[in-house]
């Protein structure tokens, strides 16, 4: 059975242009790839993945090529574009990667993070850590967008930090980035 709830709102998406990745303090060469063994870029994010509520909201592994040169941090945010509403939903926000890393495991953004040196924002809610998808059943297909970003610096954001402060930190030190989209649909 269809959920009147979202189907009235599937034609109210926060949009890509809402992303960081579509912020002009956040804009960079992609030069270089952000990929996960779970899924390939653009196809559904396997249940296993699904948010604490329904699933067991294990975060998917990640891996990527070598950042540019210069790289000091990265810094990954997580987000859904297709949330109603006026801003994406934010699902990660984790920054203190070290670039030298290559790659994060599965289930790597918890809280606390196996990772020395990581960092979680607050993502929904105030919750540290990977909140999977967990779209409105019946709202159609959601994107959710990858977004892993090379600095030339370290941000210094303390555990708990905000999207705002995140983007204020990269603000004019975005060297590189790496995109990988996933997809959620919950009839």
Known sequence: MQNPIGRALRNRPAGQH??????????????????????EHG????????????????????????????????????QDPDAPGRRPATHALSAGIDPALLGIAENA?????????????????GRLGWAGPAPIPSHGPHSYVFQLFALDRRTELPERFTLDEAVNA??????????????????
């Open 43 to 78: 196809t559904p994010i396997p249940e296993h993945h699904r948010g604490h509520i329904f699933g067991a909201n294990v975060s998917p592994a990640l891996a990527w090529t070598a950042p540019p040169a210069g790289t000091e941090e990265l810094l990954l945010v997580v």
């Open 170 to 187: 990269l603000t004019g030190h975005v060297i590189g980035r790496a995109r990988l989209d996933g997809t959620y649909e919950i009839a």
């Open 18 to 39: 809402t992303l960081v990745w579509a912020d002009p303090r956040a804009r960079a060469a992609d030069n270089f790839v952000l990929t996960s063994p779970a899924f």
């Open 109 to 125: 953004l918890t809280s606390p993070s196996p990772i020395s040196g990581l960092r979680h924002g607050k993502g929904p809610l």
